[in-house]
Nanobody, 121 residues
Framework: QLQAYGGGLVQAGGSLRLSCAASGRTVNTYGGWFRQAPGKEREFVAVINWNGGIINYADSVKGRFTISRDNAKNTVYLQMNSLKPEDTAVYYC?????????????????WGQGTQVTVSS
């Protein structure tokens, strides 16, 4: 079970930190963040492996967003800085094991409920 929170309304250039609290196993899991804007498909944002040693970002967020995890708290974070209006979307966290560093939503069987991020210009 996953629960994402931390979204909100922020001005362009601002920051937000999303959190995703998980219950269950953490070993060998990959935690991912995806987002979906109105009328668009769900898109990959970032993924981290279970010990934080392997991380991958979408080009659109590289250098602005940072994914991290705290296995003691069973939580994956997404620090979002220098936010832009085009970052506006519902952000979802997801977990999978077995597909490596994957950008495909279909590889993630476990999803949180989503949290809205709105960036005003």
């Amino acid at each position: 079970q996953l629960q994402a929170y931390g979204g909100g309304l922020v001005q362009a250039g601002g920051s937000l930190r999303l959190s995703c609290a998980a219950s269950g196993r953490t070993v060998n899991t990959y935690g991912g963040w995806f987002r979906q804007a109105p009328g668009k498909e769900r898109e990959f944002v970032a993924v981290i492996n279970w010990n934080g040693g392997i991380i991958n970002y979408a080009d659109s967020v590289k250098g602005r967003f940072t994914i991290s995890r705290d296995n003691a708290k069973n939580t994956v974070y997404l620090q979002m800085n220098s936010l832009k209006p085009e970052d506006t979307a519902v952000y979802y966290c997801a977990v999978q094991y077995g597909f490596g560093i994957s950008r495909r939503p279909s590889d993630y069987p476990y999803w949180g409920q989503g949290t809205q991020v709105t960036v005003s210009s």
